[in-house]
């Protein structure tokens, strides 16, 4: 679950949260050219640190063409190549605008599948949903889609709408963080918590993975 919002730019800037590639993991991305033209699309990948990926013989960043009305829809290793692993999240760029996106992180079971479509940066962001017990688990990702470094507050409400904790971070330019609650907040339970509310001195990306969650007043855990 995620913020979303529509881009309304001169050009197209997608971006993508939650990229892994893992010998028994995946991301695909799609980037879909509803106009009538054929356009360029410059794919970059970035590390948890905001730096440029290029170890394990990583070909970033990457331009691709889609022709009008097309689509391109591959994986994080056939888009940029290489043979290592990857953990952080990829930016698509054109100088043409109205491009749309999508992800898809998964398992090579296909036991386990999560999606969600490219979102718009904002200062402010709200995860409406945040569990965390002894089987549950709530994974934050914050993305700085800017150069320079971000200051943020990360505040988590319970249901009525108090405060049980608040974290304050810092995102070095293209940089991000990917934690579950307790990685986060620390010590403390969880187990009533309800929603996370993000303030930033500039527009950044909010992305959660919620696994597990007991659904209210059933035994079902989705």
Known sequence: MHLCAIQADAQSVLSFPRVISESNVFT???VSNPTTVEVSVSFTAFSPDGSVTTANGVRNPVTVSIPP???IARQFGEIFGGTGSFNGWVQAASSSSGLTGFFLNGNTALT??????SVASSPEAVLPIAAEDAVAKTEVTIVNVNTDPINATLTLFGPAGASLQSKDITLPGRGLIRQTLLGLFGQGDYATASHIRIRADRPLIAHEVVADYLIKGSNVRR
Not at 112 to 117: I, K, R, V, Y
């Open 112 to 117: 386990d599948l999560d999606g969600a479509g």
């Open 28 to 30: 695909g991305i799609a």
């Open 69 to 71: 009305g097309g689509q």
